[in-house]
């Protein structure tokens, strides 16, 4: 049995005109909420083992401010990546129990869905999803199999 986690980062910050998409930092508020959210996942017992990251600003900074202590990649293929693209880094993550997947809408947010039940899910900023998948080896996930164990918001936390 394998737990994963998947992310969307948190809150970014649209403000500076001309700064390219891939270079949003975040918000005060998005800081905040990725600190929140680390401490949710200490309260309910599931730090990844591995994180699996997008090479963006926003989720490099999200991952940086939730100081969990982890191996992590930061690969470029999660930038603003399919759900498909999500589930083929699941399929090929080093091995662990415990995998975090930290990426962006609306394909982290489809992954979700198509995780478990197919159900569309809607994930804010900061969202998380934690699943068990019934595998050995991550390369045996598919849609559809896992079950969902928790949805958290930060919004549902304060």
Known sequence: ?????LMRHAKSDWSKPGQGDKERILTERGRLTAGLMAIWLREIDCLPEVALVSSAHRTRET?????LQAQVTFDDALY????EVYLSAIRNAPACQR?????????IET?????????????PTAAI?????????WQDAKFGMA????????????
Do not use: Q, Y
């Open 1 to 5: 049995m394998k737990t994963l986690i």
């Open 63 to 67: 991952w940086e401010r939730m100081g």
């Open 80 to 83: 603003l990546a399919e759900a």
């Open 99 to 107: 995998l975090m997947i930290l990426g962006h809408n609306p394909g």
């Open 111 to 123: 992954a979700m869905g198509m995780m478990a039940d197919g159900r569309r899910v809607n994930a």
């Open 129 to 137: 999803a934690v699943f068990h998948l019934p595998v050995d080896e």
């Open 147 to 158: 079950k969902r164990l928790a949805f958290e918001t930060p919004k549902s936390l304060v």
